[in-house]
């Protein structure tokens, strides 16, 4: 469980590099951090828990026993505080993702991260193609259309025009 939970840890690390500007908030890799160092505590305490069952010691079952009551008790308050706060994300991720749309030239950096983002999830926009129809580059550019990312990779000859949402 300790080696899936670094796997895990060090993805998140990873995949972190390719939506960094999504998340701008300097708390946003402080989940896989977190993970990394359960994953730690786990292989710790499941020597703990080994050596104890090993050396049949009444002293350190007890102390396993208490160490996993504890961790029960946590998971179940992570639990509940990402319930409570789910919302609270979700209204963050959307501000921050509506002002890095509101950055899109086609040219940037963001830009390049916003094609990749639309590709990679098969989205357009933050909730749907509408979303772009307020920013800047759409009025920039006066043809009616959102950016090629936007289309469907099935869809052939896809120019982005909003007068053919299907293609979207």
């Not at 701008?24 to 499941?46: E, H, N, R, S, T």
């Not at 008790?73 to 993702?97: H, N, P």
Request: hydrophobic share 40%.
């Amino acid at each position: 469980a300790a080696a899936g939970l670094s796997y895990v840890g060090a993805y998140v690390i990873n995949t972190y590099k390719s939506y960094d500007n999504f998340l701008q908030d300097k708390y946003a890799l402080l989940p896989a951090v977190i993970i990394i160092c359960v994953a730690v505590v786990m292989f710790i305490i499941g020597l703990i828990g080994c050596c104890a069952t090993f050396r049949e010691s009444r002293v350190g079952l007890g102390l396993f026993l208490a160490i996993i009551l504890v961790i029960f008790i946590a998971e179940v308050s992570a639990f509940v505080l990402g319930f409570v706060y789910r919302e609270k994300v979700k209204t963050d991720v959307q501000s921050t993702m509506h002002s890095v749309f509101e950055k899109y030239d086609g040219k940037n950096a963001e830009s390049t991260v916003v094609d990749y983002l639309q590709e990679q999830l098969h989205c357009c926009g933050v909730k749907n193609y509408s979303d772009w129809t307020t920013t800047q580059w759409f009025n920039s550019t006066g043809n009616n259309s959102v950016p090629q990312s936007c289309c469907q990779q099935e869809a052939k000859n896809c120019t982005g025009h909003l007068d053919r949402p299907q293609e979207l």
